[in-house]
Nanobody, 127 residues
Framework: QLQVVESGGGLVQPGGSLRLSCAASGSTLGYYAIGWFRQAPGKERERVSCISSSGDNTNYADSVKGRFTIPRDNAKNTVYLQMNSLNPEDTAIYYC????????????????????WGQGTQVTVSS
């Protein structure tokens, strides 16, 4: 049974950077497509970024395109969310989600596609 745990959240000033980690245990993360989602207070959960199990294909929400990247290191069983040029609108709880798939080239944009979720990590962007 796969388990994923997020880490790396915290308080950062506008314009700053953070790197979130999604570490997996119980299975090989290379079999899973990964998505990062976030939920701000009073708002619905939204997709941030997703990546295929091979790492070859990625997708980003328009709001983060050009600022965030989603590298993965299957050897370390970890997927990252590198967040640059953060602004207060990025404040949210960030969740990592995993979907086991045999299609190594596909990513999945919808949250209902994912079977495994972490507990979330808080990111606060404030001066």
């Amino acid at each position: 049974q796969l388990q994923v745990v997020e880490s790396g959240g915290g308080l950062v000033q506008p314009g700053g950077s953070l790197r979130l980690s999604c570490a997996a245990s119980g299975s090989t993360l290379g079999y899973y497509a990964i998505g990062w989602f976030r939920q701000a207070p009073g708002k619905e959960r939204e997709r941030v970024s997703c990546i295929s199990s091979s790492g070859d294909n990625t997708n980003y929400a328009d709001s983060v395109k050009g600022r965030f990247t989603i590298p993965r290191d299957n050897a370390k069983n970890t997927v990252y969310l590198q967040m640059n040029s953060l602004n207060p609108e990025d404040t949210a709880i960030y969740y990592c989600a995993a979907k086991r798939t045999t299609n190594r080239s596909s990513y999945y944009r919808d949250s209902y596609s994912y079977n495994y979720w972490g507990q979330g990590t808080q990111v606060t962007v404030s001066s």
